[in-house]
Nanobody, 131 residues
Framework: QVQLVESGGGLVQAGGSLRLSCAASGRTSRSYAMGWFRQAPGKERGFVAA????????YYADSVKGRFAISRDNARNTVYLQMNSLKPDDTAVYYC????????????????????????WGQGTQVTVSS
C-alpha cells in the first residue's frame, strides 16, 4: 500500500501562483512515476502533468504547458507542481497519483497520461482561481 497526501491548494487571484506538494509513504521501494490530474465540477478527471522516476522526463497537458512545472524529490518521496499565471479555468480539485513501472521503466507519454491505470491516489486538494 502507498499513501499519498497532497497539500498547497487554496484560493488565488488570476495571474497568481501556487505550489502543490504530494508526499508518498508506505511501500515506495519500487520505481514509480508520479502524475498530477485535476477534476473540475461536472467534468471528468484529466491529465495535468507527469514525471518519470529520475525526474528527467516530464509531460504536460497543452493547457498548462509553459505555466506549470512538475518536479520530484525522491529522498523525500515527494512530487511538486508549481503553478504560475493561474487562470479561472484552472479551478479544480487536484489529485496526485503513483504508477509503478512494472517490468520496464521505458514508457510512452500515453502511459503517463492514462490516469485510470494509476495504482494509488491522494485525497485531492482544492485550487480556486478567482477572476
Amino acid at each position: 500500500q502507498v499513501q499519498l497526501v497532497e497539500s498547497g491548494g487554496g484560493l488565488v487571484q488570476a495571474g497568481g501562483s501556487l505550489r502543490l506538494s504530494c508526499a508518498a509513504s508506505g511501500r515506495t521501494s519500487r520505481s514509480y512515476a508520479m502524475g498530477w490530474f485535476r477534476q473540475a465540477p461536472g467534468k471528468e478527471r484529466g491529465f495535468v502533468a507527469a514525471i518519470n522516476w529520475s525526474g528527467g522526463i516530464t509531460y504536460y497537458a497543452d493547457s498548462v504547458k509553459g505555466r506549470f512545472a512538475i518536479s520530484r524529490d525522491n529522498a523525500r518521496n515527494t512530487v511538486y507542481l508549481q503553478m504560475n499565471s493561474l487562470k479561472p479555468d484552472d479551478t479544480a480539485v487536484y489529485y496526485c497519483g503513483v504508477r509503478f513501472y512494472g517490468d520496464s521503466i521505458y514508457r510512452s507519454r500515453d502511459w503517463y497520461e492514462r490516469g485510470y491505470e494509476y495504482d494509488y491516489w491522494g485525497q485531492g486538494t482544492q485550487v480556486t482561481v478567482s477572476s
